[in-house]
């Protein structure tokens, strides 16, 4: 077992390996909740209305949602769709949290994501993603992340990236830039550099020590965990975006699955997203979130879907299934599933009713 696991609370987990703890666990994973609508027709539930603002300029009618943009009078119904925001691990409540501060508003799913990974980068407390992540074998910190846009389908991604506290704001820009897709390591720097990132050494005086304390025993792949975050706001669009710095003590330059579109995070609006955590060349070997989401295109619900896709990790590495990998997915009816292969995964969600964490269902346990 190599993972490395801590929550939000500094005192007691930083950069230990304890268990993640359940807060507030009022449902089971994949379970529907009144405003979740039903998968069996994806076709056709996406245009039931259910009404959450009314009024303003900023109201929307159904015929905008589906792209045909029609003038109403005012005070009509904004919102088709509950937002809904889920994230990887407990620390995907402090996630949640940002990015529901902003579907709550009425802000887009993409803004959404982007401030939650954010939240997450910019906490030093936690360990194994941005400022204060876990540095790789030469005690440098570097970091991957990458963000799609439901709506446009546009993505972005950085990796290997050094010195920048939020490298999900730099894949937002890449995004944005709408050129390429994919910047790594001097380039990706130079790019952040260029668009007004501040440089700054993004090791603490904790992670200083810990590496210190680590090095002595080689200790590879020593903790992994990613914040991915997917959400789908007021107007039904959708956005995923997930950030680390890797795996612990990891070789200079490698790369997970995190930043890589398909592997570790994917999402296509017309059924919806998955993304993961855990070691990332095992979901690289599968195009994990794409495999995923291609599984909920067939019918699948989420929660199937995740676990279909690590029974398939499961087979290939029967000999060695001695690390955790975990997926949780959304579809645009607002569904959502989380699996995992060894205990201690949780995901966070938060919508108009529910704000907690609870266990995935775990293969072998609750799954076969
Ligand atoms: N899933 C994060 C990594 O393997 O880098």
């Known amino acids: 077992m190599t993972q490395g696991r801590r929550t ?120 194994s993603v941005g400022y204060g992540g876990y540095p790789n074998e030469m005690g440098v910190v570097q970091l991957d992340a990458a963000i799609i846009d439901g709506k446009t389908g546009r993505m972005g991604a950085v990796a290997a990236l050094e010195g920048i506290r939020n490298p999900i704001s730099v894949a937002r820009k890449v995004l944005e830039k709408n050129r390429h897709i994919f910047l790594v390591g001097a380039g990706a720097k130079s790019f952040a550099l260029r668009e007004g990132f501040r440089e700054e050494n993004l090791n603490t005086p904790q ?14 792949n020593a903790g992994h965990d990613t914040v ?51 070691v990332g060349e095992r979901a690289i070997e599968v195009c994990g979130a794409f495999a995923i989401v291609e599984f909920m295109r067939y019918g699948l619900s989420p929660q199937k879907a995740c676990e279909q896709l690590l029974r398939r990790v499961a087979e290939r590495n029967r000999n060695r299934l001695n690390f955790q990998l975990a997926f949780i997915a959304l579809s645009r009816e607002g569904e959502t599933g989380a699996a995992s292969l060894q205990e201690g995964f949780v995901f966070a969600l938060r919508d108009s009713t529910r704000d907690h964490t609870a266990p995935s269902a775990v293969f072998g346990r609750d799954y076969p």
Not at 36 to 50: E, F, R, T, V
Not at 207 to 220: F, G, M
Not at 232 to 256: I, Q
Not at 264 to 277: H, K, N, P, R
């Open 228 to 278: 991915g975050i997917l959400a789908r706001d007021a107007r039904g669009d959708m956005a995923v975006a997930c950030s680390t710095s890797g795996l612990a003590l990891k070789w200079c330059g490698r790369v997970g699955d995190s930043p890589l579109i398909g592997a570790g995070l994917y999402l296509d609006q017309a059924v919806g997203g998955a993304v993961g955590t855990g």
């Open 8 to 127: 939000g609370n500094p005192k007691t987990t930083l950069f230990s390996p304890l268990r993640h703890q359940v807060r507030h666990c009022r449902d089971s994973p994949g379970a529907r909740s009144s405003n979740q609508l039903p998968l069996a027709n994806p076709s056709a539930n996406h245009l039931i209305p259910q009404p959450l603002f009314s009024g303003g300029d900023e109201a929307y009618s159904n015929q905008e949602c589906l792209g045909k943009k029609e003038k109403k009078p005012e005070r009509r119904i904004m919102a088709q769709f509950q937002p809904l925001i889920l994230s990887t691990w407990d620390f995907g409540r402090e996630a949640n949290q940002a990015g529901w501060d902003i579907l709550v508003r009425g802000g887009t799913a993409l803004d959404a994501v982007e401030a939650g990974a954010r939240a997450v980068e910019s906490n030093p407390e936690i360990t």
């Open 207 to 220: 992670s200083v020590r810990w590496y210190a304390e680590q090095l002595p025993q080689s200790q590879q």
